[in-house]
């Protein structure tokens, strides 16, 4: 399936900073995910966006599904050290069912 | 909430063995259930959809008959890596979805794979 483009492909930010990345892709998507992944372990969802325009928050983390439906953003508010990890977007193309595209993730590095 | 599980966590084989890689929910049913493969610092690249009770999907460029997939029941598919080579190594991951897959995934812990 068609890789999402996402940005930055790392982040190196301070302890209380916020954070933002993005997801585009060429194609009309249903819906966007987000998703963390620790080393060595599976990804954890994060946050899920159904509808474009939808602006969902989950504690410190708000993501957005772009009004186009082909790009989402995440943010991060006031960083910890945990919010160490690889952040990935993935999204739910309207013409492939069930299948998940992703993004090649976002590192984020978190100083204390 | 939805909880996937994996088993091995880890295996290292010797090449042209076959190793056999399960993928469990353990609080839903899950319909659909998928496998992705995940070279290091990259991104996760799927590999077939899988629906219980029939023959699995495969994305192109995955051969269907290195890795066979069966989900037999609603909370169990099997990924076997056959005739395993060094190339084969690699973290895979399975996911389930207990709404036909349509909306959330959840991802299992991933299994690494080392073919020596």
């Known amino acids: 399936g068609q890789q999402l483009n996402q940005s930055p492909q790392s982040m190196f930010i301070q302890e209380g900073e916020d954070v933002s990345m993005n997801c585009t892709s060429s194609?009309?998507?249903?819906?966007w995910l987000w998703y963390k992944q620790d080393p060595g372990e599976g990804p954890v969802l994060l946050i899920a966006?159904?509808?474009?325009?939808e602006l969902t928050s989950n504690g410190r983390l708000t993501a957005q599904f772009g009004i186009t439906r082909k790009d989402s953003f995440l943010n991060i508010s006031a960083s910890i050290p945990s919010d160490v990890g690889i952040y990935f977007c993935?999204?739910?193309?309207?013409?492939?069912?069930?299948?998940?595209?992703f993004g090649k993730g976002t590192s984020l590095l978190v100083t204390p | 909430g939805a909880v996937v599980s994996q088993h091995p966590s880890w295996v290292i084989c010797k090449s042209g063995t076959s190793v056999k890689i399960e993928c469990r929910s353990l609080?839903?049913?899950?319909?659909?259930m998928f496998w992705y493969r995940q070279f290091p610092k990259q991104s996760l690249m799927l590999m077939a959809t899988?629906?219980?009770?029939?023959?699995?999907?495969?994305e192109q460029g995955v051969e269907k008959d290195k890795f066979l997939i069966n989900h037999a029941s609603l909370t169990l598919s099997t990924l076997t890596v056959t005739s395993a080579h060094p190339e084969d190594s690699s973290f895979y991951i399975c996911?389930?979805?207990?709404?036909?897959?349509?909306?959330?995934?959840?991802f299992g812990p991933g299994t690494r794979l080392t073919v020596l």
């Open positions: 996911s389930a979805s207990d709404r036909g897959g349509d909306n959330e995934q959840f």
């Open positions: 194609s009309i998507f249903n819906t």
């Open positions: 966006l159904y509808k474009a325009g």
């Open positions: 993935a999204g739910q193309p309207s013409n492939s069912g069930y299948a998940l595209n």
């Open positions: 609080d839903f049913q899950a319909t659909t």
């Open positions: 899988s629906n219980e009770g029939s023959k699995a999907t495969y």
